[in-house]
């Protein structure tokens, strides 16, 4: 079965690629270019997991998209995805599992939402002994780096566009028999 995954940001471009990045490794995916489209679809579907961008048409509507995921009934792991890391007590007092800062690689992006469905599902279940979790600290999130993550399909692929390098100077050569002073 596909995992099912809610993708929320007002930029097209961004969301685009990463539906792209996310179907082509196995995933089931719905965009919505605002907090308002995506709390409709939270509220018509469910998924395993929303990532939602942080300042769409407000400074709170990734705040507000997260609220309304934590409210939903089969409890979908979230994740804030933003170009302005905040604090990690702000995020995580938002309702958010992950912070996630854009522009990311394709590879790291794809891991880090690999450990938090596996984490998810851990504590979803209650099986700590699942993720291996040393039975002094007792925290499945701890075990979240332990997780062994599968290798992604797609190649290394930034979600933002990088500008072209400069062009390097080139020396001018010399002409034999004249002295440049």
């Not at 719905?30 to 709390?39: E, H, I, P, Y």
């Not at 599992?97 to 596996?118: A, F, G």
Request: aromatic share 2%; glycine share 4%; charged share 30%.
């Amino acid at each position: 079965m596909k995992k099912r995954i809610l993708l929320v940001d007002d930029e097209v471009a961004v969301l685009l690629t990463l539906k792209a990045v996310l179907e082509i490794n196995g995933f089931d995916v719905d965009t919505a270019a605002s907090a308002r489209d995506g709390k409709l679809k939270l509220r018509s579907n469910e998924y395993h997991m929303v990532i939602s961008d942080m300042r769409m048409e407000s400074e709170q509507a990734g705040a507000q998209v997260i609220a309304a995921a934590r409210s939903a009934p089969y409890k979908p792991v979230v994740a804030l995805l933003t170009a302005y890391p905040l604090a990690d007590e702000d995020w995580q007092e938002m309702g958010a599992d992950k912070m996630l800062v854009k522009p990311m690689h394709t590879r790291l992006l794809l891991e880090q939402i690999d450990r938090m469905m596996k984490v998810h599902a851990v504590e979803q279940s209650g099986l700590e002994a699942v993720a291996k979790t040393p039975a002094k600290t007792g925290s499945v999130k701890k075990a979240m780096k332990k997780i062994p993550v599968k290798k992604p399909i797609a190649q290394e692929v930034s979600i933002k566009p990088r500008k072209a390098p400069a062009k390097k100077a080139t020396k001018a050569k010399k002409t034999p028999g004249r002295a440049v002073r």
